[in-house]
């Protein structure tokens, strides 16, 4: 199968030039361990089923021999052996070199089972599926970067190759790399179908060691779905997954299965943004419900592109998630993040993008042209109240957004008089 560039290539080989190891994070069959592969010289793969019980043998004994080789060395999975942590560690600080390690997982860390945190030794990244600019989708005629360094630059009349349809079958399809070498469109949406039986049945019981249901798995993963991108309460999330009485659930026990979900990067919620332009009372503070793939969402809710094609509002919040996915994709840097900000009064913005160097742009996911010109006014006024705060504010000035855009699944990209930059998802790169 052809390897594909990712934009996590260059941050791996960046990370390893600065630090002694790295642990490449994310869901499971986004790609962690092939792009990691491409730039390792030695392998070892602790769920081989032909030598898994020697390399926990050998760890209990002398972690360190699992080390040895040419640098530097892919630990695949390490967490199955999570002495292998203290090991690395231990071997960075005796080495003093950067470049030594790279770890590989589809869970969140156990702090629980690690006697030392790695900070400023084992540096921590976070890969996601493919954006559409990786799987060879989008164009990539508007870099983002390039957007930020010169917010004033021409995007008028640059044109995306996807149809409506395109961007569909994409969210549906997912970015799971195991979908490029597949013929069949059928065949690419069984890949996400698969992905979440796999998580229901095996990987929430597996990640820490207690039984789940994976009658409940399953039901929490619909409830979420159909709540996607919505600020949707826990007491409604519950209400949802125990409505049909197929399953019986309480509080705790939901809490339970999406901190596990969380852990297996499945859930991927967004958190508030809370600029002080309106009183605390009337800014949103609870979570964005998010899965960190849109096609997650759409094989939850049994959904296809054929249903969706005539369901375009429930599209709508799933083309959200496809957008904030990409974002995330485009913006690997340390301390960039996404937040969103809704108030009492009906004002958000989907997205609000945090570079590391605190620039920032306020995005609003709109896939259709009927939307953006609600979506302009919801950006400007923003954008005219951080304005009014700053003019009484003499001691902390909030900083203004660097762009105001509106990514569409439509063709066309260009500026609004207002400065609002309309841009199609299918045209974006990082």
Same mark, same amino acid.
């Given at each position: 199968?052809r ?15 600065a ?9 499971k ?15 070892? %793969? ?34 199955d ?21 790279i770890? @590989? ?5 156990? %702090?629980t089972?690690?006697?030392? $945190? ?6 921590r990244?976070? *890969? ?41 079958? /994409?969210?549906?399809r ?58 949707? %309460? ?16 309480s *509080?705790?026990? *939901?809490?339970?299965?999406?901190? /596990? ?13 809370? &600029? ?24 939850? *809710?049994?959904?296809? &592109?054929?249903a ?5 509002? @429930? ?16 913006? &690997? ?15 958000? /913005? ?23 010109? $609600?979506? /302009? ?25 660097d ?28």
């Amino acid at each position: 199968m052809r390897y594909l560039h990712r934009i996590a290539d260059d941050v791996l080989k960046e990370r390893l030039e600065a630090f002694g190891a790295v642990l490449v994070e994310g869901p499971k069959w986004c790609g962690k361990t092939t792009t990691s592969q491409q730039i390792a010289k030695s392998v070892i %793969k602790i769920q081989d089923t032909d030598m898994r019980e020697e390399y926990k043998a050998t760890a209990a004994s002398k972690p360190s021999l699992l080390l040895q080789g040419s640098t530097p060395r892919l630990i695949d999975e390490w967490q199955d052996i999570p002495v292998i942590w203290d090991a690395v560690r231990t071997m960075v600080d005796e080495r003093s070199l950067p470049g030594q390690f790279i770890l @590989t997982g589809s869970n969140a860390v156990d %702090k629980t089972k690690i006697l030392h $945190s790695g900070n400023s030794r084992i540096s921590r990244m976070v *890969m996601l599926p493919m954006s559409l600019w990786e799987s060879r989708e989008s164009n990539g005629k508007i870099s983002l970067r390039s957007l930020f360094d010169d917010p004033a630059s021409d995007i008028d009349g640059i044109t995306s190759d996807m149809s409506i349809e395109d961007i569909i079958f /994409a969210a549906c399809r997912g970015g799971w790399p195991g979908t490029v070498s597949l013929s069949s469109d059928r065949a690419k949406l069984m890949i996400a179908e698969n992905y979440i039986d796999t998580v229901c049945r095996e990987d929430i019981s597996r990640i820490d060691g207690i039984a789940r249901d994976e009658r409940i798995a399953r039901m929490i993963l619909r409830a979420y779905a159909r709540n996607i991108s919505t600020t949707a %309460k826990n007491t409604s999330l519950l209400e949802d997954i125990t409505a049909s009485g197929e399953v019986t659930a309480s *509080m705790v026990t *939901m809490d339970d299965y999406v901190t /596990a979900l969380k852990k297996l990067f499945v859930i991927s919620n967004i958190d508030a943004w809370s &600029p002080a332009i309106r009183s605390k009372t009337a800014i949103r503070s609870g979570v964005k419900r998010g899965f960190i793939d849109p096609s997650i969402a759409v094989a939850a *809710m049994g959904l296809s &592109p054929e249903a969706l094609m005539i369901q375009l509002k @429930t599209f709508g919040f799933i083309f959200e998630q496809m957008c904030i996915r990409d974002l995330r994709a485009y913006t &690997p840097d340390f301390n960039t993040h996404i937040s969103y900000y809704r108030d009492r009064y009906g004002l958000e /913005a989907d997205v609000v993008l945090h570079l590391s160097d605190g620039r920032y742009a306020l995005i609003e996911c709109k896939l259709g042209s009927a939307d953006i010109e $609600s979506g /302009a006014r919801h950006l400007t006024e923003l954008q005219r109240l951080i304005r009014q705060h700053n003019e009484g504010e003499r001691q902390v000035p909030l900083r203004e957004p660097d762009l105001l855009i509106i990514l569409t699944g439509g063709r066309m990209a260009y500026t609004r008089p207002d400065g609002v930059k309309v841009i199609p998802l299918g045209c974006l790169k990082n």
